[in-house]
């Protein structure tokens, strides 16, 4: 099994900045992708970004040129920057990892963001 803790999340102004973590634990090996998904109130959990194991990195449209994500091999996590936030960026986040045997997803258990003035 792997676990995912999440940190970093919190209340930010609009055009703020804040830089989630992604703490992975357990059975190391086994994670192939990792990245982060958001869910708004009422809205459907979406895939915000996603880092391959060799470090290639996709991003959803609304978040492109804003949010970078990375991954520190050596420390187990990924990190989440997250630049000129908007007030629809305003979700949990959760931090995903998934199985590199077999397609299994795990999943922190969420940090919330909220962008408000």
């Known amino acids: 099994q792997v676990q995912l803790v999440e940190s970093g999340g919190g209340l930010v102004q609009p055009g703020g900045s804040l830089r989630l973590s992604c703490l992975a634990s357990?059975?190391?090996?086994?994670?192939?992708?990792m990245g982060w998904y958001r869910q708004a109130p009422g809205k459907e959990r979406e895939l915000v970004t996603t880092?391959?194991?060799?470090?290639?990195?996709s991003y959803a449209d609304s978040v492109k040129g804003r949010f970078t994500i990375s991954r520190d091999s050596a420390k187990n996590t990924v990190y989440l920057q997250m630049n000129s936030l908007k007030p629809e960026d305003t979700a949990v986040y959760y931090c995903?990892?998934?199985?590199?045997?077999?397609?299994?997803?795990?999943w922190g258990q969420g940090t919330q963001v909220t962008v408000s003035s």
């Open positions: 995903y990892a998934d199985d590199l045997f077999t397609a299994s997803i795990y």
């Open positions: 880092i391959a194991w060799l470090g290639s990195a």
């Open positions: 357990g059975s190391l090996l086994k994670i192939n992708n």
